[in-house]
């Protein structure tokens, strides 16, 4: 499930060095699944698996842009946003397209594949949460981050399951149906981040950085 919130909107979340260790454990896991999947995806056949490869994708940039952009003004922020965004969408599109052109019509996915990458998504999903969950009642964008990683390994069950259906019942249906909820999903969380980052780039306060406009600045 894509995450549309940006745990770089605070500074006081980068105050802590294990926070910042984490954070980096995180895009390194992140990073290497969507790989892993996005690779199974299209080797197996599985647009479940790509579709998933969108929520590691997604989590890792959002990583990648708190650990990058943090101090940087808000305007470079949303700008880093809108690029997340947009790259979330494209992903999106592409396997809501290819899922939809699968039912017309393409082969059954491998179920030995889908459950075994799976099952390494969701121990990865795991893991982040568990190194996350100590910050659980942190700030709005600590407590964001580990429940961005939670719902990931609800979308890593969805994907178990369709790998159970495809098995059971030897068809493609059940891989198809995850996969365009899931890619639906991010099309909406890419669509939420880049009308947030379009809204901050359109403020005002855009050209804020860390400290308020002076009262003689005008608006």
Excluded: H
């Amino acid at each position: 499930m894509a995450c549309s919130s940006c745990p770089s909107e605070s500074e006081g979340t980068y105050r802590d060095p294990r926070w910042l260790r984490i954070l980096w454990i995180a895009l390194a896991i992140n990073a290497g699944m969507f790989a892993v999947e996005i690779t199974a995806g299209l080797v197996g056949g599985s647009r479940a698996l790509q579709a998933d490869a969108l929520d590691f994708l997604g989590d890792a940039a959002n990583y990648a842009i708190s650990l990058g952009v943090a101090g940087m003004v808000l305007a470079w922020r949303a700008r880093a946003a809108l690029v997340k965004g947009a790259t979330i969408i494209a992903f999106g599109i592409y396997v809501l397209v290819s899922t939809l052109l699968a039912m017309r019509g393409g082969g059954v996915p491998q179920a030995p594949v889908m459950g075994a990458v799976g099952v390494a998504a969701l121990l990865a999903n795991v893991g982040v949460a568990a190194l996350l969950y100590r910050y659980r009642d942190g700030d709005a964008n600590m407590r964001s981050v580990w429940i961005c990683s939670r719902n990931d390994a609800i979308g890593n069950i969805a994907v178990l399951a369709a790998a159970a259906g495809v098995f059971g019942t030897g068809q493609a249906w059940p891989d198809l149906v995850v996969a365009a909820i899931m890619a639906g999903l991010a099309l909406w969380g890419g669509g939420q981040v880049l009308r947030q980052a379009l809204g901050e780039l359109r403020s005002g306060n855009v050209t804020g950085s860390r400290s308020a406009p002076s009262s003689g600045q005008s608006a």
